[in-house]
């Protein structure tokens, strides 16, 4: 069957005719698939949620339970069928718990890689290519202009600014879900073994992965209470952006603001945001990553959901794979 009739683009997401199911959808449906815990891809409402283990604890430990009508669990490389498709989750290397989803039907398969990244990661499972006549992709950084750096570079830079300067409080905006963890493991890799405080905002996840076996070593809530002021010199705080951007970042002595993502390598963001110390660490491919993913899948035609759809629609055709945007709407790719 044509790739188009399996899976196409309806107002509320992705959508299977065969099998009666969204992809990541941005409304409420009867039954989705879930490919990951973050906000603008794991919704709560739905009547029917199919998803990996990982992916609902995430979502019940932020949205409470029951967050769904009812729930299943995908374990990856497991074949389930949903009326006449056949589904199979894989592991993406984006945050815990993160899939793809593969989607059969008559001999034709589409992978929908959600987000996903291909570097080492020590808090999640890494990407697996899937072989596919149409992978679905993401290009939230589909440029060539990006390009990230070494994730223990960006570690040895904040670890660097820790000895420089003593004195103040590194505060670090980094997103809730994946970005923090994966910050504090990267840490912990690099050796820092001093305790990390964390806003209130991080510690449920924080505590969930830790609960599945990912040391982030000891972890302390960024709460003044009777503690004086300069007791938070020369620590690491981490926050999510939102609080980062208000007076929460200020109460600590002299902080020096860091923040966490693959935007930091536009320094316009940086400045923006008033971050001194901006670390290149993204939880999606660069460019590079990208386009070597797409080799090597090979797939007979690609479609690119959200992000910079263009240069990799243009990519793509040049090297003679069909290519085309899905436009979808209703992803956030600001939150990386
Ligand atoms: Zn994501």
């Known amino acids: 069957m044509k790739p188009d009739e399996l899976l196409y683009p309806a107002p509320k997401g992705l959508y299977c005719a065969k099998g009666d199911f969204y992809i990541d959808p941005v409304q409420p449906v009867e039954r989705a698939l879930i490919t990951h815990g973050h906000s603008d ?30 729930s299943q669990i995908a374990s990856f490389g497991e074949t389930i069928a949903i009326n006449e498709a056949r589904i199979r989750f894989h592991p993406a290397g984006h945050v815990l718990g993160s899939a793809q989803i593969s989607v059969e039907a008559y001999g034709t398969r589409v992978v929908v890689s959600g987000d996903y990244k291909r570097r080492p990661d020590p808090t999640c499972t890494p990407f697996e290519p899937v072989l596919c006549d149409v992978f679905i992709t993401e290009a939230t950084f589909g440029l060539p202009v990006f390009h990230h750096p070494n994730d223990e570079r960006e570690i040895n830079r904040l670890l660097l ?37 964390i806003h209130g905002a991080l510690a449920k ?5 830790q609960g599945q076996g990912i040391d982030l070593g000891e972890i302390r809530p960024a709460t003044l209470g009777r503690e004086s002021r300069q007791d938070f010199a020369g620590a690491i705080i981490i926050g999510p952006p939102s609080a980062f951007a208000d007076r929460w970042a200020r109460r600590f002595a002299d902080p020096l603001a860091v ?62 794979i069909p290519a085309r945007p899905l436009h979808l709407v209703g992803y956030d790719d600001e939150g990386e």
Do not use: N
């Open 41 to 70: 891809h794991a919704r709560a409402g739905h009547g029917h949620v199919l998803a990996t283990r990982e992916t609902l604890d995430i979502m019940r430990v932020r949205y409470g339970d029951p967050f769904c009508g009812a």
């Open 161 to 197: 600014s820790l000895k420089q300067f003593p004195e103040r409080s590194h505060v670090v905006g980094a997103y809730a879900l994946g970005k923090a963890q994966r910050l504090i493991a990267l840490l912990r890799r690099q050796g820092y073994d001093a305790p990390v405080h």
């Open 205 to 209: 996840l924080c505590e969930y992965y």
């Open 259 to 320: 923040f966490a993502s693959g935007w930091m390598l536009i320094r316009q963001r940086a400045k923006q945001r008033g971050v001194e110390l901006p670390l290149v660490i993204s939880d999606h491919c660069d460019w590079a990553e990208l386009t070597q993913t797409i080799k090597e899948i090979t797939p007979s035609e690609v479609w690119v959901t959200h992000g910079r759809e263009e240069a990799l629609v243009r990519w793509c055709e040049l090297q003679g």
